[in-house]
């Protein structure tokens, strides 16, 4: 099965000249929100792009509306590629099945960096989101992946609360 490129993007701000919509062969969806202003959503439809709107919490995109979406359309994994606010939001959402963090020899950061998670996260030690079984291994020369799982707990429920 061809892969499926979906863009979680609650106000389908997605620029129409953008690489993602100058190469869509049908591989393309959009999920936004009944936020998103009509005249966007319309202008990606009319290049043949499916907007698919699931409306969650505080305007943005109910996740695991996603996910069974996705099920009912036979899909079986998904793949993450986000920025702080949607990693956040998926693992808060508890869609989060599995992890995958790369290292590489360079160090970025600052007080203007942007986290690898954002949103509101966990403020305590107790409250973070455990992972298990991690397992380090070799990418490339230098570089190095983290794989790990998500341990939901009732704990982390609660934390999430």
């Not at 693992?91 to 963090?101: E, F, G, M, R």
């Amino acid at each position: 099965r061809p892969l499926l490129r979906i863009v979680v993007d609650s106000l389908s701000r997605l620029p129409l000249n953008s690489k993602l919509v100058a190469s869509f062969e049908d591989d393309l969806i959009v999920v936004s929100t009944s936020a998103a202003p009509e005249k966007r959503t319309q202008a990606l439809r009319d290049r043949g792009i499916l907007v698919h709107v699931l409306d969650g919490a505080r305007g943005r995109v109910d996740l695991q509306g996603l996910v069974a979406w996705l099920g009912g359309q036979q899909f079986a994994s998904l793949l993450i590629e986000a920025g702080s606010k949607l990693n956040w939001a998926a693992l808060d959402a508890q869609i989060v099945d599995k992890v995958l963090l790369y290292y590489a020899p360079k160090i970025l950061g600052g007080v203007d960096s942007i986290p690898m998670v954002g949103g509101v996260g966990r403020r305590s030690r107790q409250g973070a989101i455990r992972l298990r079984d991690l397992r380090m291994f070799p990418v490339g020369p230098d570089e190095f992946a983290v794989e790990a799982y998500p341990l939901w707990t009732a704990d982390s429920e609660e934390a999430a609360g």
